[in-house]
């Protein structure tokens, strides 16, 4: 990643920018090296549909066609990586597993499309939040039980399909049940997690 780093160019992002649009022809791609961004498309009414969450080592852009398919905004301060495109094929011949990237970028955009039917489509409220909640715990690098959130409630009700009153009301009531505690507004410590996979997967 260091020597990856050397042919970027270093971004600083303020809190709520948005720095890729979506429908812009996609010239360059992202690698997130601090903070968190909230991913986003445009509904036909402009109505903003929060797909997705990035954070540090993730990348942005790279499987994107011609034009981006999804704006991303800074949750916070935020620093990236930003390479050009057109010199993709050049990164590639010096970084072979850049193309392994690729790949796997490819197969991550594609699970998460399908984990996101399944939560909007199949799953309760507090399954939703579970499943969420485990999300977040998974990508923590330690794994770590208590576990930061960087978007707001409102965000993670757009993200899950929900109303804000019931992200607040299914957590409490989480809380009441001593699968959680609620420490801070963005932070969570996760009391029980068999009780939270349990909860996940239907149970």
Avoid: W
């Avoid at 010239?27 to 402009?46: C, S």
């Avoid at 905004?73 to 590639?92: D, H, I, K, N």
């Avoid at 992200?167 to 409490?172: A, D, H, I, K, M």
Wanted: aromatic letters at 6%; charged letters at 20%; one cysteine or more.
């Amino acid at each position: 990643m260091a020597r990856l780093a050397q042919y970027s160019h270093r971004l600083s992002v303020a809190p709520g920018k948005t720095f890729i649009q979506e429908g812009e022809a996609a010239t360059d791609f992202y690698i997130v090296t601090a903070g968190h961004t909230k991913i986003f498309t445009l509904m036909p009414d402009g109505r903003r549909q929060i797909t997705g969450f990035g954070q540090s080592g993730d990348f942005l852009g790279l499987a994107s066609g011609a034009t981006y398919a999804f704006s991303a905004e800074a949750l916070g301060p935020l620093s990236l990586c930003r390479f050009s495109r057109t010199g993709l094929g050049l990164l590639r011949r010096e970084f072979p597993e850049l193309e392994l990237r690729l790949m796997e970028e490819a197969s991550r955009e594609l699970v998460q499309a399908q984990r996101r039917m399944l939560l909007l489509g199949r799953k309760t409220a507090r399954e939703r939040l579970a499943s969420f909640l485990l999300e977040q715990h998974h990508l923590s690098p330690t794994k770590e039980i208590v576990i930061h959130l960087p978007m707001s409630r409102t965000g993670i009700a757009d993200y899950l399909g929900l109303t804000i009153e019931t992200v607040s009301r299914t957590l409490n009531a989480l809380q009441r049940e001593m699968m959680i505690t609620i420490t801070q507004v963005t932070q969570i410590t996760l009391l029980n997690l068999p009780a939270l996979e349990h909860l996940a997967r239907g149970g």
